[in-house]
């Protein structure tokens, strides 16, 4: 856990067909942190590159570096200590849609009690985040921001967080308009009757990534308020 060079806390569903189908989809099983067979789906595997490094997830605390004088242990305490204070959340179910450009799976129904825990997640756990870099800073090509996000980006380290977040399950990269149509009908069959009714996040997931750049699960903290 210590040989990590970053940590993200997300949603990951629980072992189950949902989990076993999501892991083969990307190519990656974060629980086992191995590479799992990928359907036989034209180009999947070019298709699912980006996402596939981070292992099939729901962002709640985007991928940061520790701060100084912060250990992996003082993360996981703080993880388990607000998991102790955040409730569960439960929606209808899950929809496959096209999100500027990329195919993921999004929340039905009001998200607001999600877009709330989200939140404190984000803000509660920021003291441990190291500052940004210049050149990290520069990643996230903040000319191209709104002035909102460029201060979220200052404030948090990431610009799509609070009143900018939207919950989203990510299962490509960009697409082109060639890909996107065969890619869904091709995610709509593997998904066939596993997507979870209802949905549930009960736990906060700890993520790390190693030194090749695959995030690993590293703890569930069950949500107990």
């Not at 856990?1 to 072992?15: E, G, K, S």
């Not at 929809?95 to 939140?119: H, K, S, Y």
Request: charged share 20%; hydrophobic share 45%.
């Amino acid at each position: 856990m210590n040989q990590m060079q970053r940590y993200a806390v997300y949603y990951a569903p629980r072992d189950g067909d949902f989990s076993t189908a999501a892991a083969a989809w990307l190519g990656w099983d974060a629980v086992a942190g191995g590479a799992v067979p990928q359907p036989e789906v034209p180009g999947i595997s070019a298709l699912t590159a980006e996402p596939r490094k981070y292992g099939f997830h729901g962002t709640l605390k985007p991928p940061f570096r520790l701060a100084e004088g912060v250990s992996a242990d003082d993360l996981s305490e703080a993880v388990a200590d607000l998991a102790t204070r955040l409730a569960p959340v439960e929606m209808p179910g899950l929809q496959l849609v096209f999100l500027d450009g990329f195919l993921a799976m999004i929340l039905v129904g009001d998200t607001a009690a999600l877009l709330d825990l989200a939140a404190q997640v984000v803000v509660d756990l920021d003291p441990l985040r190291a500052p940004l870099t210049e050149a990290e800073i520069a990643r996230r090509r903040p000319e191209s921001l709104t002035p909102r996000q460029r201060e979220l980006l200052a404030s948090y380290g990431y610009p799509y967080v609070l009143e900018q977040f939207q919950f989203h399950l990510t299962l490509s990269g960009r697409l082109q308009d060639k890909d996107a149509e065969t890619l869904r009908f091709a995610a709509i069959r593997h998904f066939d009757g596993l997507s979870p009714q209802p949905f549930r996040l009960e736990e906060l997931c700890l993520f790390g990534e190693d030194q090749d750049g695959r995030f690993h699960l590293l703890h569930r903290y069950p949500l107990m308020a």
